[in-house]
């Protein structure tokens, strides 16, 4: 369990839409929605990690309004919406303004919920706005889209290196704070391969900080995780003999791969899919201990994720 005072994403996440990392020009566009004191219900979809939970805490705190965070694909049942949601909306804040539901990862939203969300929206407009997050746009369902405006996060190819620049700033003086010595080039490198997951390369370099500092003997060490995330797409189109012969021939297996398959896999998959990715990875961890052929237990880790998972487009 993440303690979130620990988590740099968590405990430096920023408190304006200033401080956000993003392209001017959804900047300039929340920042006027934000000025005029108006909250519109909106969907905000993208890659994962590149900032929509973050941006919509921001407007929230810097337009002082009082706000929920559901956690979508956790609580993603009708029953949510009929109570916590329904209770919270109902209502204006003490201050007698409106209030924010952001819905975080929404299209883990069951078909019943999404439909639930379009009604209490509609009853409760004038109390509440609600701001729905999400990876895949296309999970949404058409009703909702037509009734929220969507935003799409997304960085165009002239707006990269800027904004690669502008987190690098964050990320040195983030590390800095926290008085940890570094090097400048593996800071950008991990930026550069990790673009534009923003929450990724944090903790891709808190991790780092932890097994040895962020230099480049550190990064060398991961290079590993770099050789298993070959597996990525063959997991993805269930090619099993092309998976299970690499193992087979090339792969060198010892305890500490299941972890570095874990930490290739975790962010490529669907955030209903990790509970999943972290159970068969401990499973197969502690058979591997027992396991008269390593190879054979490794195909058979991967074939169980190959069934079980689901990845990001």
Not at 26 to 40: A, P, R, W, Y
Not at 47 to 67: H, L, R
Not at 87 to 107: H, P, Q, R, W
Request: aromatic share 10%.
């Amino acid at each position: 369990m993440e303690n979130r005072e620990f988590v740099w994403y968590e405990k430096y996440q920023p408190k304006t839409i200033d401080e956000c990392v993003l392209p001017q020009r959804l900047k300039d566009s929340l920042k006027f929605s934000v000025s005029k004191g108006e909250i519109q219900s909106q969907i905000f979809h993208g890659p994962s990690g590149i900032g929509k939970t973050t941006v919509a805490k921001a407007m929230c705190q810097e337009a002082g309004v009082q706000y929920m965070m559901i956690n979508a694909s956790r609580d993603r049942g009708i029953d949510t919406f009929r109570t916590t949601v329904s209770e919270f909306a109902s209502t204006v804040s003490l201050e007698g303004n409106y209030k924010v539901v952001i819905l975080d990862e929404a299209d883990g939203l069951s078909q019943d919920a999404q439909d639930a969300l379009r009604g209490i929206s509609t009853e409760f407009s004038e109390n509440c706005k609600f701001i729905l997050t999400c990876n895949h746009i296309n999970k949404i369902t058409d009703a909702l889209k037509s009734r929220f405006p969507c935003m799409e996060f997304s960085v165009h190819k002239d707006e990269v290196k800027p904004l690669m620049v502008e987190f690098f700033k964050v990320c040195v003086n983030l590390l800095k704070t926290e008085n940890i010595v570094f090097e400048n080039s593996v800071v950008a490198e991990v930026i550069q391969k990790n673009f534009p997951d923003f929450r990724g390369i944090l903790g891709k370099l808190q991790h780092m900080q932890t097994e040895g500092g962020i230099n480049l003997a550190t990064l060398n060490k991961s290079s590993k995780s770099r050789e298993y995330e070959k597996l990525i797409p063959w997991l993805k189109s269930k090619d099993y003999d092309t998976m299970a012969e690499w193992v087979f021939t090339e792969a060198d297996v010892e305890t500490s791969t299941f972890r570095t398959i874990y930490d290739a896999l975790a962010p490529k998959v669907t955030q209903l899919s990790k509970p999943a990715l972290i159970l068969i990875t401990s499973k197969y961890q502690v058979q591997s201990t027992m396991a008269v052929d390593q190879a054979i237990n490794m195909v058979a880790y991967l074939a169980e994720l190959m069934v079980e998972l689901e990845f990001n487009d």
